[in-house]
């Protein structure tokens, strides 16, 4: 694993069986079983998330029953800090209340994003708790609402914006917080959504007033979608051109050794090509040049199928 980039181990999470068999069973040694796992994998931080997926139904109250005992149990057998992650103010209440930070050092608030309907609250229990927080820059405010960021110029401003909200509601520096640009499945992304990300990444990375923050995506949805025989070594590669653009952090399997490859690595070129043809040309659309990605991608994945990379 790469002494530069830090693991968020996401196996406690209810989108891998051995999570929801813990939780159906409200068994907090399933529990402790993957928190050792992921430490003893190197995983710099644990994500806990109780919520329900497409595979299992959760009332919330019974999320919020079962999470402090959760947290105790992972406590128990892990140093490991726990990042907590939902979009639900109760749940980050609830989970920080129960945390024991002279245990494991500061925990993470995953995440804080315009679209958050307690947000100001959410930005109270960072202040409150000492906590680090991840940042949706995916996000932006808008007048009447929120939109979703279509440029990386937009997510740019969006971090901006939560860096100084954070800096003068949170007393959080540079260091405490961890930009998300998003990251969309590489296979399905018909709007060049992922550059936009990269692109994002790099201007963040580059404003001398943003040093220091953080930078992070959620790697498992990178190649969702594409031949299991050719994922991980999209998802490297694609490590490979993040950390060139600032990135420090990934969600991630740490079963699976996330690593960036080797720059001069024929992955990493052939996903850079394919990035690059998701460009859009001139007097052309997003679109356009986003279907002419998939099929670059998709091509990648063909000719995974017959050559050992």
């Given amino acids: 694993m790469s002494k530069n980039l830090h693991i968020v181990g996401e196996l406690m999470n209810n989108s891998y069986a051995r999570a929801r068999r813990a939780f159906s069973t409200r068994d907090p040694r399933g529990y402790q079983e993957l928190a050792r796992l992921q430490t ?6 644990l994500t806990l998330n109780l919520d329900g997926t497409q595979n299992i139904q959760v009332r919330r109250q019974e999320m919020l029953d079962f999470l402090p005992e959760v947290i105790s149990a992972v406590q128990e057998v892990s140093a490991t800090p726990i990042a907590f992650d939902n979009p639900s103010m109760e749940y ?3 989970a920080l209340a129960h945390y024991d930070r002279n245990k ?3 925990p993470i608030l995953n995440s804080l994003a315009a679209s958050r309907e307690h947000l100001d609250e959410m930005v109270e229990l960072v202040k409150h708790y000492d906590t680090n927080a991840v940042v949706m820059a995916s996000e932006t405010f808008v007048p009447g609402g ?3 960021c279509l440029n990386a110029q937009d997510a740019y401003r969006a971090a901006r914006q939560f860096v100084e909200m954070l800096a003068t509601k949170a007393n959080r520096r540079n260091d405490q917080i961890i930009i998300d640009p998003g990251l969309a499945p590489v296979g399905a992304d018909t709007y060049g959504l992922v550059n936009i990300g990269l692109d994002a990444m ?5 404003d001398p007033d943003l040093a220091g923050v953080h930078l992070i995506v959620g790697l498992s949805n990178f190649a969702w979608g594409t031949p299991k025989g050719v994922r991980e070594e999209l998802e490297k590669a694609y490590l ?3 950390m060139e653009a600032g990135l420090d952090f990934a969600i991630a399997n740490p079963e699976k050794t996330p690593a960036p490859l080797p720059a001069n690595h024929p992955m990493v070129a052939k996903l850079r090509e394919a990035l690059t043809e998701g460009r859009p040309r001139e007097g052309e659309t997003h679109e356009i040049a986003g279907f002419r990605q998939v099929e ?3 091509a990648i994945c063909a000719e995974a199928q017959e ?3």
């Fill in 92 to 94: 980050h209440r609830v």
């Fill in 240 to 242: 490979t051109l993040g």
């Fill in 202 to 206: 790099r201007l963040i990375h580059s």
């Fill in 296 to 298: 670059a991608v998709m």
């Fill in 307 to 309: 050559v050992d990379f």
């Fill in 40 to 45: 003893h994998l190197g995983a710099s931080y």
């Fill in 104 to 106: 494991s050092g500061a």
């Fill in 146 to 148: 929120t939109a979703q």
